[in-house]
């Protein structure tokens, strides 16, 4: 089951925060967050490892939570170029295969 | 490196049409994965590959098989195309290691509308 995504969708203006958050059912180990630009592949933004560590992206920053099995991404003093589709993915399950798994996604628009 | 590249970019079929989507990688990476993505929506597993000659069906394999005879190549066979297959197609590899490496790279990917 993939992971949950919360909001589904956020508008912002310029220079506004904002957070999305990536839920799971199951166990992390670690997350990966990116980021989807309309007509575009994913990027990959930054990953998250267990342990609670925070790592940062420009002006974007995530935190995870083994234990609440979640993962959250900060944006911080949003820009136009933030706007996209943003995914968390992690590994399903952590070990012995090599499935894949999206989250299912938050939409951020920035407006001037 | 040009990374992972996918061809066509673009292809309208018929219905009950087959074709083959093509993708490639020139990082030398093991794991490689077929995703699709309709409108709106998020990324759908497709079949994922672990190393030549090894495959495996993802969430959503029906209507798709694939091969990996090489560690560059990993196509996508759609066999008896169905309006429900109109979708983009992403392809993507990424290298066997810890966690750092399960990052995955994306090709441009394939855009397919089944009439």
């Known amino acids: 089951q993939q992971p949950v995504q919360s909001p589904q969708a956020v508008i912002l203006r310029e220079g506004e925060d904002a957070v999305i958050n990536c839920s799971s059912s199951?166990?992390?180990?670690?997350v990966h967050w990116y980021r989807q630009k309309h007509g575009e592949a994913p990027v990959f933004l930054m990953i998250?490892?267990?342990?609670?560590e925070q790592k940062g992206h420009e002006k974007i920053s995530a935190s995870f939570n083994e234990k609440k099995q979640q993962s959250s991404l900060y944006l911080t003093a949003s820009q136009l170029s933030y706007s996209g589709t943003y995914f968390c993915?992690?590994?399903?399950?952590?070990?012995?295969?090599?499935?894949?798994?999206f989250g299912t996604g938050t939409r951020l628009k920035v407006l001037a | 490196n040009a990374g992972v590249t996918q061809t066509p970019k673009f292809r309208i079929l018929k219905i009950g049409q087959s074709m083959t989507l093509q993708c490639a990688q020139d990082?030398?990476?093991?794991?490689m994965y077929w995703y699709r993505q309709d409108p709106g929506m998020g990324l759908k597993l497709i079949y994922y590959?672990?190393?030549?000659?090894?495959?495996d069906k993802g969430e959503v394999p029906n209507g798709y098989n694939v091969s990996r005879s090489t560690t560059e190549d990993f196509p996508l066979r759609l066999e008896l195309a169905a309006p429900s297959q109109t979708s983009v197609y992403f392809c993507?590899?990424?290298?066997?290691?810890?966690?750092?490496?399960?990052?995955?790279?994306f090709g441009p990917g394939t855009r397919l509308l089944v009439l």
């Open positions: 993507a590899s990424r290298s066997s290691g810890g966690p750092i490496q399960e990052t995955q790279y």
């Open positions: 199951k166990a992390l180990y670690s």
């Open positions: 998250l490892l267990k342990g609670g």
């Open positions: 993915g992690t590994p399903e399950p952590p070990s012995g295969t090599y499935k894949y798994i």
């Open positions: 990082m030398n990476h093991n794991y």
């Open positions: 590959s672990v190393g030549a000659g090894i495959t």
